[in-house]
Nanobody
Framework: QVQFVESGGGVVQPGGSLKLSCVTS????????MRWYRQGPGKEREVVAE?????????YYIDSVKGRFKISRDNDKKATYLEMNNLNVEDTAVYFC??????????WGQGIRVTVSS
């Protein structure tokens, strides 16, 4: 059974930091790119960051988080992380980790809420 479990969310003031974790099981973690998505209030789900699986571990970030967020992965722990710095109210959302296998099957975590508020 494939499981993706996020943790690390919470409430933080503008300018603050959080680090999200996503631990996976039952999944060939090291073989696939990992993504973090978010869905803010009244907004569509959007991809925030992605990290490849191969050599070089290429990364992608949406423009609004570049320079503030950092995605990483630990293949031994089968986990991916999203370090978020200088948070602002527009970062308030439910964050999800995601991967897609060779068959096109999508795997999602349950989501973790991040609230940025003064």
């Amino acid at each position: 059974q494939v499981q993706f479990v996020e943790s690390g969310g919470g409430v933080v003031q503008p300018g603050g930091s959080l680090k999200l974790s996503c631990v996976t099981s039952g999944f060939a973690f090291s073989s696939f790119p990992m993504r973090w998505y978010r869905q803010g209030p009244g907004k569509e789900r959007e991809v925030v960051a992605e990290m490849g699986a191969g050599e070089g571990l290429m990364t992608y970030y949406i423009d609004s988080v570049k320079g503030r967020f950092k995605i990483s992965r630990d293949n031994d722990k089968k986990a991916t992380y999203l370090e978020m710095n200088n948070l602002n109210v527009e970062d308030t959302a439910v964050y999800f980790c995601n991967a897609r296998d060779y068959s096109g099957t999508e795997y999602w975590g349950q989501g973790i809420r991040v609230t940025v508020s003064s």
